[in-house]
């Protein structure tokens, strides 16, 4: 399994980006998919889920009402849309997938609630 996070760079504050999370080797319509992200010198922070049954989805305190998460099937990809940018969403955002049921124990937002992990995409929000 593969999973490619692609679409960070350099955007100003106030401005949008989307975040491509791909799969190789796996349906990600199958399963719980995530966007978590870590700043320098912070730990792992989540950032958005959407669910394998309902496409439910949960956003994180900091991006709610900014960020939006959703998939393309056909693509068997899930994307971050990302708006209204601040400094502070400066991170290696990470995309990961959750095969089994821990999420459901540990809670959506917990890391070790995910079984794969792409590789990270660098967003910078500068001036």
């Known amino acids: 399994v593969q999973l490619q996070a692609s679409g960070g760079g350099l955007v100003q504050p106030g401005g949008s980006l989307r975040l491509s999370c791909a799969a190789v080797?796996?349906?990600?319509?199958?399963?719980?998919v995530a966007w978590f992200r870590q700043a320098p010198g912070k730990e792992r922070e989540g950032v958005s889920t959407i669910s394998s049954s309902d496409g439910e989805t949960a956003y994180g305190a900091a991006v709610k009402g900014r960020f939006t998460i959703s998939r393309d099937k056909a693509q068997n990809t899930v994307y971050l849309q990302m708006n209204s940018l601040k400094p502070e969403d400066t991170a290696v955002y990470y995309c990961?997938?959750?095969?089994?049921?821990?999420?459901?124990?540990?809670?959506?937002?917990?890391?070790?609630?995910?079984?794969?992990w792409g590789q990270g995409t660098l967003v910078t929000v500068s001036s």
């Open positions: 990961a997938v959750s095969i089994g049921k821990a999420a459901q124990i540990l809670g959506i937002f917990a890391p070790d609630s995910y079984d794969f």
């Open positions: 080797g796996l349906t990600l319509n199958d399963y719980g």
